[in-house]
């Protein structure tokens, strides 16, 4: 792989809770320099997100639900929509961890396939375009074999684009990230996210399958490939 193509597979995280607004338009230089794939934050700051990198080929994410996805459907719902009129590019809708966990399979599908149509019909309404959405099912909380399957099947049916590993608080799986690989259909892809921290771990979640990669660490690993590329 490339530098070009790994800067394209980093959505650079910045969800620590004392962020400020100074954070993110550091985030968000080094992001344009590096040519990253996003710069991912919390809803408050989608529209500092968005000023700081117009007219870039960095897109605008934020996180919706986090960290467990219990909040109502409608709560959800209305998070998104309020990120989408800031201009948010793409989402990261947390899946009903609590619910997945005591097999409460069908109000975690109907909540998600509720916010998600909601999405859409905003994104149509308001003439944006296609919204990335990726869902994220908390695979290292979920830990059963048979609920990670579950998960991702839950995800194939919403006609979304990613099923993530986990949040900035987990840690990417390698063993996860290939079962989700497995489990989901082909269009479905795969982002690995949660203490990606290193080139080799961030190389070896790739070989497993994730097509993304969520790491607060995306110019450490950028970083550390240009200097390995550079010594030959």
Do not use: W
Not at 160 to 186: C, F, N, P, W
Not at 199 to 220: F, K
């Amino acid at each position: 792989m490339r530098v070009e193509e790994m800067a394209k597979t980093l959505d650079f995280t910045v969800l620590a809770k004392k962020t400020t607004a100074a954070d993110i338009e550091t985030a968000c230089e080094e992001a344009r320099e590096h040519h990253f794939a996003t710069v991912v934050t919390s809803p408050e700051f989608v529209a500092n997100n968005v000023d700081a990198l117009r007219g870039t080929d960095v897109k605008t994410g934020a996180v919706i639900g986090f960290p467990d996805g219990d909040a109502s459907a409608a709560a959800n719902a209305a998070e998104a929509e309020a990120a989408i009129r800031e201009g948010v590019d793409e989402i990261d809708l947390m899946m009903n961890v609590p619910a997945m966990l005591r097999g409460d399979f069908v109000r975690v599908r109907d909540d998600l396939s509720y916010v998600v149509k909601t999405i859409r019909a905003r994104a149509v309404n308001d003439s944006r375009g296609l919204i990335l959405i990726k869902v994220v099912i908390a695979a290292g909380r979920l830990e059963d074999e048979r609920l990670i399957r579950m998960a991702c099947r839950i995800v194939d049916g919403l006609g979304v684009d990613y099923a993530m590993s986990g949040t900035v608080q987990d840690a990417a799986d390698v063993e996860h990230i290939e079962l989700m690989r497995d489990a989901l259909s082909e269009g479905v892809g795969v982002k690995a996210a949660g203490k990606i921290e290193s080139l080799v771990v961030a190389e070896d979640l790739v070989n497993a399958g994730a097509t993304r990669l969520g790491t607060g660490a995306a110019v450490t690993i950028l970083q550390e490939m240009i200097a390995r590329d550079s010594a030959g």
